[in-house]
Antibody, heavy 119, light 110 residues
Framework: QITLKESGPTLVKPTQTLTLTCTFS??????????VGWIRQPPGKALEWLAL???????RYSPSLKSRLTITKDTSKNQVVLTMTNMDPVDTATYYC???????????WGQGTLVTVSS | QSVLTQPPSVSEAPRQRVTISCSGS????????VNWYQQLPGKAPKLLIY???LLPSGVSDRFSGSKSGTSASLAISGLQSEDEADYYC???????????FGGGTKLTVL
C-alpha cells in the first residue's frame, strides 16, 4: 500500500523560502525506476508540474520555476523535500507530492497541503 | 496558458457518453504517453488512464482513452452524477523535459 503525505507551513510571508516535505511509505526511492514529483494547484486553477526526483538522484524542474526550486531526497527517511525561494502571493496553492509510475503517470497522490503566501 | 489544450467544460445527460479532447504537439503527445486524471471537488487528483489507454486497477471500464498523432481523448460512457469532476490530461514533454498538464475540463452531468 503506497501512501504519501505532504507537510510544511500553511502560511508564509512574501520573499520567504517555503520548505515542504513529502513522507511516503510502500515503496523505496532507492529502487530502480522510482520517482516522486511535486505538483501544485492555485485555488480554482489547473494543475502545474513543479519538480521530479528519481531513484538515481536525477532531478527535473519546471523551466519557469527552475531558479527558485530545489528537490532532494532522504532515502533512509522515505522523504522528499521541495524548497521554493522568494515566495509571492501568486504561489498560493495546494501543493501535492505523488509517486511516479511508468510513462510519467502519477499513480498515487498525497492529500495535498494548502500554502498561503501573505504578509 | 497550458501546454496541452482541453475544452474548459463539457456537459451531457446521465447514461450518455461524453468525450474530452486534449491537444498537444510532437514534443509531448506526439512522442510520449498520455495520462488522464480525475479530480473530484476538494480532492487530490486520481490517475484514470495511463499509457494512452490503460486503466489502473479499480478504475471503471466506463472510462477509456485513445490517442492519434498529437491529440488524445478521454471517453466516459454511461455517465453518472458521480462522474462530475475536473479532468486533466498530461504527458511528458521532450523539449521542456517535464510533465505538462492540460488546463482541465469540468464535466457537468445534467
Amino acid at each position: 500500500q503506497i501512501t504519501l503525505k505532504e507537510s510544511g507551513p500553511t502560511l508564509v510571508k512574501p520573499t520567504q523560502t517555503l520548505t515542504l516535505t513529502c513522507t511516503f511509505s510502500g515503496f523505496s526511492l532507492s529502487t530502480s525506476g522510482v520517482g516522486v514529483g511535486w505538483i501544485r494547484q492555485p485555488p480554482g486553477k489547473a494543475l502545474e508540474w513543479l519538480a521530479l526526483i528519481y531513484w538515481n538522484d536525477d532531478k527535473r524542474y519546471s523551466p519557469s520555476l527552475k531558479s527558485r526550486l530545489t528537490i532532494t531526497k532522504d532515502t533512509s527517511k522515505n522523504q522528499v523535500v521541495l524548497t521554493m525561494t522568494n515566495m509571492d502571493p501568486v504561489d498560493t496553492a495546494t501543493y501535492y507530492c505523488a509517486h511516479l509510475h511508468i510513462a510519467a503517470a502519477l499513480d498515487y497522490w498525497g492529500q495535498g497541503t494548502l500554502v498561503t503566501v501573505s504578509s | 496558458q497550458s501546454v496541452l489544450t482541453q475544452p474548459p467544460s463539457v456537459s451531457e445527460a446521465p447514461r450518455q457518453r461524453v468525450t474530452i479532447s486534449c491537444s498537444g504537439s510532437s514534443s509531448n503527445i506526439g512522442n510520449n504517453a498520455v495520462n488522464w486524471y480525475q479530480q473530484l471537488p476538494g480532492k487530490a487528483p486520481k490517475l484514470l488512464i495511463y499509457y494512452d489507454d490503460l486503466l489502473p486497477s479499480g478504475v471503471s471500464d466506463r472510462f477509456s482513452g485513445s490517442k492519434s498523432g498529437t491529440s488524445a481523448s478521454l471517453a466516459i460512457s454511461g455517465l453518472q452524477s458521480e462522474d462530475e469532476a475536473d479532468y486533466y490530461c498530461a504527458a511528458w514533454d521532450d523539449r521542456l523535459n517535464v510533465v505538462v498538464f492540460g488546463g482541465g475540463t469540468k464535466l457537468t452531468v445534467l
